[in-house]
């Protein structure tokens, strides 16, 4: 049975940084792209960073280019999403999503996983990211 389970979430001032952790659990095969995506009250769902486990290739998007980095520690099935610069705009709920499979890492390739949910069948349940002064 496939889990995801996130964590790390917090209350930080503007300019401060938090850690993300996302473990999976539940896959034979490292056949499989994580993501990372938010959600601001009131506001659609956005992709974040992506990141395949059998290459490491990573991909982010405009949201938090620059300000994010997403790396992955194979010998747990633990992705890291590291938040720094944090802003206001930033407070959302953060999701885990893992996509199996070809398809999934041809869309990081492609640079195009953050319009193909859908392709993401397992998600975790948030952490909530706070940002205020």
């Known amino acids: 049975q496939v889990q995801v389970v996130e964590s790390g979430g917090g209350s930080v001032q503007p300019g401060g940084s938090l850690r993300l952790s996302c473990t999976v659990s539940g896959f034979s095969t490292d056949d499989y792209v994580i993501g990372w995506f938010r959600q601001a009250p009131g506001k659609g769902r956005e992709g974040v960073a992506c990141?395949?486990?059998?290459?490491?290739?990573?991909d982010y998007t405009e949201s938090m280019k620059g300000r994010s980095t997403i790396s992955r520690v194979s010998a747990t099935n633990t992705v890291y999403l590291q938040l720094s610069d944090l802003k206001p705009e930033d407070t959302a709920n953060y999701y885990c999503?893992?996509?199996?499979?070809?398809?999934?890492?041809?869309?990081?390739?492609?640079?195009?996983?953050?319009?193909?949910?859908?392709?993401?069948?397992?998600w975790g349940q948030g952490t909530q990211v706070t940002v205020s002064a």
């Open positions: 999503a893992v996509g199996r499979g070809e398809e999934s890492r041809v869309l990081v390739v492609l640079r195009i996983w953050m319009h193909a949910e859908a392709q993401f069948e397992y």
């Open positions: 990141i395949s486990a059998s290459d490491g290739k990573t």
